[in-house]
Structure formats: structure tokens, C-alpha cells
């Protein structure tokens, strides 16, 4: 593109103007505008699918700009070794079928802008963008919600259960209450803590990242692998909180399906 931009005799004066602000030539590219075109086609491809699920992965991350001064409404991040940074934060939403994967959901935002309210209003939000965006699916697909920890917030489930959808959430707060199934099918109060207990570590999985572990002194690309004692602890959660196993007589079939035929690393 560089190159594009100074090509011809006039080309150094274009990227002075382009520099400077003084150029006409500019984009008219809105992010928000473009997020919501992404979104419209992500549901009309998802429409002519015949795919009877619809996962919602919602992540929250921070952008960092260490080296950044003056642009607007900078705040205070983490970088990958703990310290404080400048940068900013992002909310983000992908969909997922078996054939088909969309973004959904994507916003940049600061507290110090001036219109920020809080990081749980940015949330909300977002669920409501998303589940406005997705009402044509709704009598054709059952929709799941994927979330970290960061999510952990009874105000977040309330709001994607009063709309009709799934939630699968890893814990933050383990002393929440929550009704604990026994061994004789009785449900009786409990804390997270006592919940685990009954949990099974089911499968391990392996991945390549580029990662610091230990004491390394810089990130390499190493392979993890890793029980999926997260991806129990979510699925036993969406049992424990909503009794989703009992309601709707077992799991949703893609994850029933995912688990057939795993068995238990013996390290864990």
C-alpha cells in the first residue's frame, strides 16, 4: 500500500497531506457500521444452514500500546508480564456451527472515555446487541453461550436466560450457593467447593502456543496439552446452576457427542 501511496510525480506531497489530516482522500469506513454488516452476514449464512446448534464464544481482552502518548482516552492495562501498560480494552462475540464460524460482537472502549459507564453496562450491551441480531435463528437453532470466568456474574446468565438461551460458564466465585445433586438424585444446597467434588476430568487435549511458562525468560512456541477439567467444570456448572442436564434430559448433542469415547488421562 506504500507503495501505491507514493507512487508518481506528486507522491511524497499525497503523504504529507495523508500525515498531516489535510488530505480529502480519506475512508468513510465506520467500525461499528462494519461490525454490524459482519454480524448481518454471519446470520444470513447461518439461515440456510441446516445446523441445529449455534455456540457463542464471548471473550474480553486488553489492547496494549505501551509506547502510546497521545492517543484519546488512553487507560491502564496489563501487559503479558503483570505490569501496568496504556492501551485499552475489547469485548468480542464469534459464533460457531459445525460448518460455519461469524463475528458477531466487536468494541474497543476505555474508561476514561467520556461516555463509558462500566465494564458490566459494555457487557450488556453486548448480549443484547448479539441476541437482537439473532432473533431470525431462534426457532431453528438452539443457542449456547461459551464463557471464561470473567464472566462469572448472575447478572450475565439472567440476562441470556430471560432470553431463551443456553449458558456454559467456567467460575470465578466459588462460594457462590448453588444446589448440589447426590448420589440418591436429591438436589441440596451447597457451595461451588462441594460441587467439585463430583466432578470427573473426562479427556486431554493438545495445542501449540507461543507461551511463558515457568521461569523462561521469554515467550517460545512449546506444545501444552491439558486436561479438560475446564470444560467439565463448565458443563457441570450449567447442570448444577440451571439443572440443564434434568430439564432438557441430558447435554446439547454437539458436546454429548464430543465427550463420547474419551477417556481420563491417568495424571489427573
Request: zero cysteines; charged letters at 25%.
Amino acid at each position: 500500500m506504500g507503495k501505491e501511496v507514493v507512487k508518481g510525480k506528486k507522491g511524497s506531497q499525497r503523504v504529507i497531506r495523508l500525515a498531516s489530516g489535510a488530505s480529502t482522500q480519506r475512508s468513510e469506513l465506520d467500525g461499528e457500521q462494519l461490525t454490524k454488516r459482519l454480524r448481518e452476514v454471519a446470520v444470513e449464512q447461518w439461515q440456510q444452514r441446516p445446523d441445529e446448534e449455534l455456540w457463542l464464544i464471548a471473550a474480553s481482552s486488553d489492547l496494549r500500546k505501551p509506547y502510546a502518548e497521545v492517543m484519546p482516552y488512553l487507560m491502564q492495562v496489563r501487559d503479558q508480564d503483570d505490569e501496568l501498560v496504556p492501551g485499552y480494552r475489547t469485548l468480542n462475540v464469534i459464533g460457531l456451527t459445525s460448518g460455519r464460524r461469524g463475528l458477531l460482537y466487536h468494541r474497543l472502549f476505555s474508561s476514561h472515555a467520556p461516555d463509558f459507564v462500566s465494564e458490566p453496562a459494555e457487557v450488556q450491551e453486548a448480549l443484547q446487541t448479539v441476541s437482537q441480531a439473532l432473533a431470525p435463528l431462534k426457532k431453528q437453532k438452539t443457542i449456547t453461550w461459551l464463557l471464561d470466568s470473567g464472566f462469572d456474574d448472575v447478572a450475565v446468565w439472567r440476562t441470556i436466560w430471560e432470553q431463551q438461551k443456553h449458558v456454559v460458564s467456567r467460575i470465578y466465585h466459588t462460594e457462590r450457593t448453588v444446589a448440589v445433586q447426590d448420589q440418591e438424585g436429591q438436589w441440596q444446597q451447597g457451595d461451588i467447593a462441594r460441587a467439585r467434588a463430583h466432578l470427573r476430568p473426562l479427556a486431554r487435549v493438545e495445542t501449540t502456543l507461543e507461551v511463558k511458562r515457568g521461569r523462561q525468560a521469554r515467550p517460545k512456541k512449546q506444545p501444552l496439552m491439558r486436561g479438560l477439567s475446564r470444560l467439565v467444570e463448565m458443563l457441570a456448572t450449567q447442570a448444577i446452576l440451571s439443572r440443564y442436564a434434568n430439564e432438557h434430559e441430558g447435554l446439547p448433542p454437539n458436546i454429548a457427542t464430543f465427550l463420547q469415547g474419551w477417556s481420563p488421562p491417568n495424571e489427573l
